[in-house]
């Protein structure tokens, strides 16, 4: 039995050895650009984070929580481009729009949830951003988002966007006064939702019908304990306040949305 471990072992050690070395460390190397566009007459900014030698490639835009533009999308669009995908984050309220708080974020917002119409042409803005690159198979595109940006992708999907293969929502609001017509949806939908979040809780039994009657193919993955914004760590961690960071959540997550992102834009 010892030699029989012992051949394994060195088996083992010879076919490691036969493996080209990693870097554990090391991420694949990006390129990142600050993109001036236009909605009609608004002007936007988006930041869009590209693999180094990225051709036809899958592009996913990401779309900001109720603030606006700011750090967070952008590295999360930093995060899709090292693991392969051209990365947009796109701009929903205008260049340099930024809310200073959370009563101005709901008025910025509010004009979006209002007017869905208005949501969807200027998310379309934004795609059409990633369609011009040349480094992007215009036929494999994705759209996410979180919290106000989670709605904004649920919209895409319900407006049929061309080359959208897939949505995700991150502790987005799941209504819509425009829900999707039966057949409308033809990109994949995942939700990740909080179990505890008492802000989209309400919407969630109408959301898993619109679903099934638009005859989607969707999937809802809620988190035990955790409440609204579990992703952003700038929420702090105190769960009565409604809002609240979850690292198990956010990380299983992520984990999910890579593997969902891999199914939706295979070639």
Known sequence: MIHVARRFVFGLLSLFASLPAQDAGAA?????????YRD????????????????????IMVVHEWKGHGDYARHRAEMLARAGYVALAC?????????KDHDEAGKLA???FQDRSKMRTRAAAGLDV????????????????YCFGGTTSLECARAGMPGVRGVASFHGN???????????????????HGADDAWVNP???????????AKADWQLVSFGGAVHSFTVKEAGN????????????????WSMLLAFLAECLAK
């Open 110 to 112: 509010g004009v979006f």
């Open 91 to 99: 701009d929903m309220y205008g260049k340099g729009v930024f809310a």
């Open 28 to 36: 694949p190397a990006i390129v990142t650009e600050v993109i001036d």
């Open 238 to 253: 105190d769960k009565s306040q409604g809002m609240a960071y979850d690292a198990k959540a956010d990380a299983r997550s």
């Open 130 to 145: 990633l369609r011009a690159r040349p480094e992007v198979d215009k036929d494999r595109l994705f759209v996410m988002g």
């Open 40 to 59: 009609g007459d608004t002007a936007l900014q988006g930041y869009l984070a590209v693999p180094v030698n990225a051709k036809a490639a899958p592009a």
């Open 174 to 192: 799941l209504t819509s006064p425009q829900p999707a017509a039966a057949g409308a949806v033809a990109a994949k939908v995942i939700v990740f």
């Open 203 to 213: 919407g969630l039994p109408g959301f898993e019908k619109e679903m099934r009657e």
